[in-house]
């Protein structure tokens, strides 16, 4: 691991991030560190800024102050995009070309290859990645034929074929059916297992709760929780507590925190 003065180099380094879309500022301020093999949350209501942060960190929203490093370099100098592997939010797969699963996951190894045709080692990491998403069966399909949640499943396939040391996803089980959901989840826990960082914007931890090892809420474009998941006890005893947990009881009073709404 790279490191200055002792201290390893988080792989996500962002620090008072500001940035507006339009007029409205949507960034205020926002310090967000990953460090190697983390597991983070990003967690937050509607519009408090979760994916625009994560765009910010992925090059694709311009601070107007702050700044960002990954893997220690400055974004302006990064230029090492074959370690990231990013899922954006309710995108899908089909995009009016006709193109086969195998097509779609093949061009999110070409970070790596550098537009060169695929190699073996590409196309193995190919095959692996359509496997770790139970896809397989699948490769040569269109994906016009897919539901919402095998689309989802393609567009993580796609980031992991380029075999990211950091994946950012952007609320991955949104609009996914449960299958779907718990093949996700044992693909995130594999690249966790192999060591891989992430970043993930989630709506609640849901079935991804157990490996998330921190979470930062946003609230209106800042920082209002850096920490240990806001799980049972934990989030229970954080101040205004408001969020309704969709599993209570029906009869139960729902239990609130203001964190995530
Ligand atoms: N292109 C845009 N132009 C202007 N405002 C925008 C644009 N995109 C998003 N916004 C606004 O910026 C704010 C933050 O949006 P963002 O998508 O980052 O929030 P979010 O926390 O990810 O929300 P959600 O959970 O709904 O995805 C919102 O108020 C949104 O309306």
């Given at each position: 691991?790279?490191?200055?003065?002792?201290?390893?180099?988080?792989?996500?380094?962002?620090?008072?991030?500001?940035?507006?879309?339009?007029?409205?500022?949507?960034?205020?301020?926002?310090?967000l560190?990953?460090?190697r093999?983390e597991?983070?949350?990003?967690?937050?209501?509607?519009?408090?800024?979760?994916?625009?942060?994560?765009?910010?960190?992925?090059?694709?929203?311009?601070?107007?102050?702050?700044?960002?490093?990954?893997?220690?370099?400055?974004?302006?100098?990064?230029?090492?995009?074959?370690?990231?592997?990013?899922?954006?939010?309710?995108?899908?797969?089909?995009?009016?070309?006709?193109?086969?699963?195998?097509?779609?996951?093949?061009?999110?190894?070409?970070?790596?290859?550098?537009?060169?045709?695929?190699?073996?080692?590409?196309?193995?990491?190919?095959?692996?990645?359509?496997?770790?998403?139970?896809?397989?069966?699948?490769?040569?399909?269109?994906?016009?034929?897919?539901?919402?949640?095998?689309?989802?499943?393609?567009?993580?396939?796609?980031?992991?074929?380029?075999?990211?040391?950091?994946?950012?996803?952007?609320?991955?089980?949104?609009?996914?059916?449960?299958?779907?959901?718990?093949?996700?989840?044992?693909?995130?826990?594999?690249?966790?297992?192999?060591?891989a960082?992430?970043?993930?914007?989630?709506?609640?931890?849901?079935?991804?709760?157990?490996?998330?090892?921190?979470?930062?809420?946003?609230?209106?474009?800042?920082?209002?929780?850096?920490?240990?998941?806001?799980?049972?006890?934990?989030?229970?005893?954080?101040?205004?507590?408001?969020h309704?947990?969709?599993?209570?009881?029906?009869?139960?009073?729902?239990?609130?925190?203001?964190?995530?709404?």
């Open positions: 691991m790279t490191e200055t003065d002792g201290r390893p180099v988080p792989v996500i380094s962002l620090r008072g991030a500001t940035a507006s879309l339009g007029s409205r500022p949507v960034l205020r301020g926002v310090d560190a990953v460090g093999g597991v983070v949350a990003l967690l937050g209501a509607n519009g408090s800024g979760k994916s625009t942060a994560v765009r910010a960190v992925v090059g694709q929203v311009p601070l107007s102050e702050g700044r960002l490093e990954l893997f220690g370099t400055p974004l302006k100098r990064f230029r090492d995009w074959a370690r990231i592997g990013y899922v954006p939010q309710r995108t899908t797969a089909a995009s009016g070309v006709p193109a086969t699963v195998r097509e779609v996951v093949s061009a999110g190894r070409l970070a790596r290859t550098r537009l060169r045709p695929l190699g073996r080692a590409d196309r193995a990491a190919v095959d692996r990645a359509l496997e770790l998403v139970g896809m397989a069966d699948r490769a040569g399909d269109s994906v016009n034929a897919l539901s919402g949640g095998q689309h989802q499943r393609v567009l993580i396939a796609r980031a992991l074929a380029v075999q990211p040391e950091l994946l950012i996803m952007d609320e991955p089980m949104a609009g996914v059916d449960v299958a779907s959901q718990e093949i996700l989840a044992g693909t995130l826990r594999e690249q966790v297992a192999g060591g960082t992430v970043l993930l914007v989630l709506h609640e931890l849901g079935p991804l709760e157990p490996l998330i090892d921190r979470a930062v809420v946003l609230r209106d474009g800042c920082v209002v929780h850096d920490g240990p998941p806001p799980r049972a006890v934990g989030q229970h005893a954080l101040p205004g507590h408001d309704v947990h969709p599993h209570a009881a029906h009869d139960a009073e729902p239990i609130r925190t203001g964190l995530l709404s």
